[in-house]
């Protein structure tokens, strides 16, 4: 008479069954927590700034010389004051039409010039971009008194054109050198492609290359526009009046109602005004930024 057995686990099944369900993959690698302290703390550093800025520009009388982290009584009365102060509209106007302007040209100009230093075949063109590059070194204020001259005796002093020219100098450089690395970067068998079927080479940069490039523009867009925005030495010393003064320049010269009152609130205020489209900005465009600055990081 035959008895049955149980058949006992091999090692070997055994180890299995206390194997993971599920191996961490590469990617899933769990980050130390000094890293995120060290996140959080970048992001305090760079957002207390902004929060104290906010925070100024809701207070109104003693409560601006008081370091109170939240504003006692609250109060919208400084951007009513700015919106009712003609000449920072104006000012608004102004930066708006110079940082439109500037951007378009040099979005313009730069793309031709980089598709040349990336496409053609030319001696030193390490060497010309360099040159190019060299521009950006010079300060502002080792051109600023010479234009300052020049300016008045051509009548470009306190215009808004006097201030698109000088502004497109310092511009062009970054553009021409963000989108020459992006455009290396495009296969140049796509254009081949286009001038077998007929194409020139302006239609095949026009329908070939600048769609692609469409994430390299949007960044230098943005790039240019921000460091317009904001330029302040040379808007101050080529204009003398509100009608051509931007932004930066105006917010400069505001003045308390009397006085002995402090314009820090209006100030505050103003800043908040005019550094909210930009951050609006950044935050829509944020994927083509990202995609268009890593753009050549890595070739495939």
């Known amino acids: 008479m035959s008895t049955l057995t149980a058949e006992r686990p091999t090692p070997e099944l055994a180890t299995c069954a206390k194997a993971p369900k599920r191996r ?22 760079s957002l207390i700034p902004f929060y104290w800025l906010v925070n100024t520009s809701l207070k ?4 601006l010389s ?24 104006l000012a608004l106007r102004n930066s708006v039409i110079i940082a439109v302007v500037t951007t378009t040209v040099a979005l313009v100009f ?6 040349a230093l990336a496409r053609l075949k030319m001696r ?26 020049i300016w008045r005796e051509i009548g470009l002093y306190d215009t ?4 698109i020219i000088p502004k497109l100098t310092f511009a062009l450089p970054l553009a021409i050198y963000t989108l020459t690395s992006f455009f290396k970067e495009i296969p140049r068998e ?13 239609t095949a940069f026009r329908k070939v290359i600048l769609p692609l490039a469409v994430p390299g523009l949007a960044t230098t867009a943005i790039l240019v526009f921000i460091s317009v925005w904001n330029e302040f030495l040379l808007a101050v010393t080529l204009t003398t009046s509100p009608e051509a003064r931007p932004v930066p320049v105006a917010i400069a010269f505001f003045s308390g109602t009397s006085e002995f009152d402090q314009p820090l609130g209006t100030i505050s205020a103003a800043s908040v005004i005019i550094t909210v489209p930009l951050v609006i900005l950044v935050l829509l465009c944020q994927k083509r930024i990202v995609s268009g600055m890593t753009a050549g990081a890595v070739k495939g």
Do not use: C
């Not at 730069?110 to 598709?115: C, E, K």
């Not at 796509?190 to 302006?202: K, N, R, V």
């Open 66 to 89: 008081q370091g109170e982290l939240f504003p006692s009584q609250p109060t919208l009365e400084n951007y009513l004051v700015v919106f009712q102060n003609s000449e920072f509209l």
């Open 190 to 202: 796509l254009e081949e492609s286009a001038y077998m079927d007929g194409a020139t080479p302006f």
């Open 60 to 63: 109104k009388g003693a409560s």
């Open 24 to 45: 961490r993959l590469r990617g899933e690698a769990k980050l130390h927590p000094m890293v995120w302290v060290f996140v959080v703390a970048v992001m305090g550093f």
């Open 110 to 115: 730069a793309s031709f010039a980089a598709y």
């Open 124 to 149: 030193r063109k390490a060497m010309i971009l360099t040159l190019i590059l060299s521009v950006t070194t010079f300060p502002a204020i080792a051109i600023a008194a010479p234009m300052f001259s």
């Open 160 to 163: 808004l054109l006097g201030l």
